[in-house]
Nanobody, 123 residues
Framework: VQLQASGGGSVQAGGSLRLSCAPS????????MGWFRQAPGKEREFVAY????????YYADVVRGRFTISRDNYDQAVYLEMNRLKPEDTAVYYC?????????????????WGQGTQVTVSS
């Protein structure tokens, strides 16, 4: 199983980025997906979650209203649209897959993880 995250980069505060994650080697429709991030010197934290069918989404308070998670079960990909980016959003962003529908904010809930993509927001 591989989860390849892409779309990271460097932007100025207020800008936007769209991250993509294309899992391979798993039945995509059978897994809920999440995005996490890890800033330098900090622990990895939950960002967003989307259920298997895309009906339910959840966000960390610090990104709600600015970030949108979505998925395309036909193309088998999950996305994170990030708007109004702030310097504190700077981190490595990881996508992850879980068969669970609860405790979606916990790292241990996720079985598969991608390698991460760097997002840098300058002020």
């Amino acid at each position: 199983v591989q989860l390849q995250a892409s779309g990271g980069g460097s932007v100025q505060a207020g800008g936007s980025l769209r991250l993509s994650c294309a899992p391979s080697g798993l039945s995509f429709n059978a897994y809920a997906m999440g995005w996490f991030r890890q800033a330098p010197g900090k622990e990895r934290e939950f960002v967003a979650y989307i259920s298997r069918g895309g009906t339910n989404t959840y966000y960390a308070d610090v990104v709600r209203g600015r970030f949108t998670i979505s998925r395309d079960n036909y193309d088998q990909a999950v996305y994170l649209e990030m708007n109004r980016l702030k310097p504190e959003d700077t981190a490595v962003y990881y996508c992850a897959a879980t068969s669970a529908s609860t405790r979606w904010h916990l790292e241990g809930t996720y079985k598969y993880w991608g390698q991460g993509t760097q997002v840098t927001v300058s002020s």
